[in-house]
């Protein structure tokens, strides 16, 4: 399961639904649908989270909601 905050959003540029998830750096996905946008996001997020693993770098403990989204 997931715990890192995600933020999506309508982007008019890309057509598309954005998510990102602002506590790890560059770690943004889309898709068509809110819902496409979010399992993406969950992907993505999972990935970013092993890459990190394999190169050695920390990973950030999830801090619930944030309060500057």
């Not at 905050?5 to 898709?31: K, M, N, Q, T």
Request: charged content about 30%; glycine content about 6%; some cysteine.
């Amino acid at each position: 399961m997931i715990k890192y905050e995600v933020i999506i959003y309508w982007s008019d540029e890309d057509h598309a639904f954005i998510a990102e998830a602002p506590e790890l750096p560059g770690c943004i996905a889309d898709g068509a649908t809110y819902k496409e946008a979010l399992a993406n996001a969950e992907v993505v997020i999972q990935e970013w989270i092993e890459t990190a693993k394999e190169l050695g770098r920390a990973i950030p403990e999830p801090k619930g909601r944030l309060l500057f989204a």
